[in-house]
């Protein structure tokens, strides 16, 4: 399926000799104890921005299901709480270093924390290393609603 949209989104762009495409098709895995975490990265170009669009998918290797945060922060004898207190933190940071008129939008901070507390499907993967990556929508401008997304380690 995301090589189908791909592959559209290239034909578009042929067709009508458009600015927009794929610029970049990644494809990553990681392999920490049974857990397999696959990672598509997609990076959509417009005429003005790129856009990565990102896939992820962790799964049980011994059972085949997908396996959620939860018992992500189980195996890895990680406390909920100690680890939400990091997302914060990580999720400020990445405001910060991000954007240079970040200052002026502290309280879109407060907004990005409630969007990552009321999200039910929290997208992450672990690295090799054990490290646990969270994908974070963030909201950059409060009157266009333009929302990225990024990447945050937590260690």
Do not use: W
Request: glycine share 4%; hydrophobic share 35%.
């Amino acid at each position: 399926k995301v090589y189908d949209q791909a592959a559209q989104v290239f034909d578009f762009s042929i067709d009508h000799n458009s600015c927009i495409g794929i610029e970049i098709f990644e494809y990553k895995h990681y392999l920490v104890g049974d857990m397999l975490a696959v990672v598509l990265t997609t990076k959509y170009r417009t005429c003005a921005v790129t856009i990565p669009k990102y896939y992820i998918y962790v799964i049980n290797g011994k059972t085949g299901r997908k396996v959620n945060l939860d018992e992500i922060l189980e195996y890895k004898n990680i406390n909920k709480d100690d680890f939400n207190e990091k997302v914060k933190n990580g999720i400020i940071n990445s405001y910060y270093s991000s954007f240079d008129d970040s200052k002026d939008y502290d309280y879109l901070i407060d907004e990005n924390l409630k969007t990552y507390e009321n999200d039910t499907n929290k997208k992450f993967f672990i690295y090799d290393n054990g490290n646990i990556n969270l994908l974070i929508s963030i909201t950059i401008h409060p009157v266009e609603i333009e929302e990225i997304f990024k990447i945050i380690t937590i260690e």
